[in-house]
């Protein structure tokens, strides 16, 4: 099925795809109603919507996540997209280092769009779900790894974890998702649109452990063919702090730059579950 929905993709515009998006959307939201649920309360709980608008905006957040996905089979597939990134210095600068640093990603917007035009200059590690189709982790490393992107699954024996450390131990960069925390035991309590939530703690406590910088990335999709890469500094203002606190502060600020995002862009939140503690 994904062999086919790329070689489609080479022929049929993206915007016939999005108007077959347009039609799933409905019956993907009466099927997979615990989903549907959870993105109820978020527009309800989190953002104070009335039942109405509450309604509509799901819809929306499914329509952007349905287009999100085309576009990212889109790149595999070969079409080019547009992203703008206003703080490519930033990024430059780190890349510019001899120490490696930790980018923090998240289901907010569509992370992978980074891969294409964040160009590094060192190797870039990032970790994914081990149990993808293998269409798609080929076509993943087809078009990630000219930007010197190696993508390191998630195993049973935790042996990604020590791929991580090395990475970080040579300089290199390590990319992993900053907004699930797929239970670990170690998790920072955090406040995100005025209510309690839980990050996973282990990817800041490496950083910190390590001693590198770490910056957040959210890319998030401005328009037809356009996204915006929206980069943020985790790790400043942080010198004296031993280990545990350093980690805990950048996912505090982690937190923030989740919450300030998710309230520019309400559309295109995608953990489609029951996030928040209440």
């Known amino acids: 099925m994904h062999r086919a929905l790329i070689g489609m993709m080479k022929v049929v515009p993206l915007w016939l795809m999005y108007f077959f998006v347009h039609l799933a959307v409905p019956v993907y939201m009466v099927v997979n109603h615990k989903a549907y649920l959870a993105d109820y309360h978020y527009f309800r709980k989190r953002h104070g919507y009335g039942p109405a608008k509450a309604f509509?905006?799901?819809?929306?957040?499914?329509?952007?996540?349905?287009?999100?996905?085309?576009?990212?089979f889109g790149a595999y597939a070969g079409k080019k997209f547009r992203v703008e990134v206003?703080?490519?210095?930033?990024?430059?600068?780190?890349?510019?280092?001899?120490?490696?640093?930790?980018?923090?990603?998240?289901?907010?917007g569509s992370d992978e769009m980074a891969g294409y035009v964040l160009k590094a200059g060192k190797p870039i590690n990032a970790l994914v779900f081990g149990e993808e189709a293998r269409t798609v982790t080929e076509n993943r490393n087809k078009m990630l790894g000219p930007n010197n992107i190696r993508l390191i699954p998630i195993s049973d024996d935790m042996s990604h974890l020590v791929a991580l450390n090395n990475a970080l131990a040579d300089g290199e960069i390590v990319n992993i998702h900053g907004d699930r925390v797929f239970g670990s035991n170690k998790v920072?309590?955090?406040?995100?649109?005025?209510?309690?939530?839980e990050l996973p703690l282990g990817l800041f406590i490496l950083a910190a452990m390590r001693k590198?910088?770490?910056?957040?990335v959210f890319v998030m999709r401005i328009g037809y063919k356009k996204y915006k890469a929206l980069l943020y500094r985790l790790d400043e203002g942080l010198e004296g702090l031993?280990?545990?606190?350093?980690?805990?502060?950048?996912?505090?600020?982690?937190?923030?730059?989740?919450d300030s995002v998710i309230r520019m862009y309400p559309d295109q939140w995608f953990n489609f579950y029951e996030f928040w503690n209440d």
Do not use: T
């Open 86 to 108: 206003p703080d490519m210095p930033v990024y430059e600068e780190l890349c510019g280092r001899s120490e490696g640093f930790l980018q923090v990603s998240s289901h907010i």
């Open 212 to 216: 590198v910088p770490a910056i957040a």
């Open 56 to 72: 509509f905006h799901v819809w929306r957040n499914h329509v952007s996540f349905g287009k999100v996905i085309i576009d990212r």
């Open 242 to 258: 031993d280990r545990n606190a350093r980690a805990e502060k950048m996912a505090q600020e982690y937190a923030s730059r989740v």
């Open 188 to 197: 920072a309590e955090v406040r995100i649109l005025d209510a309690g939530a």
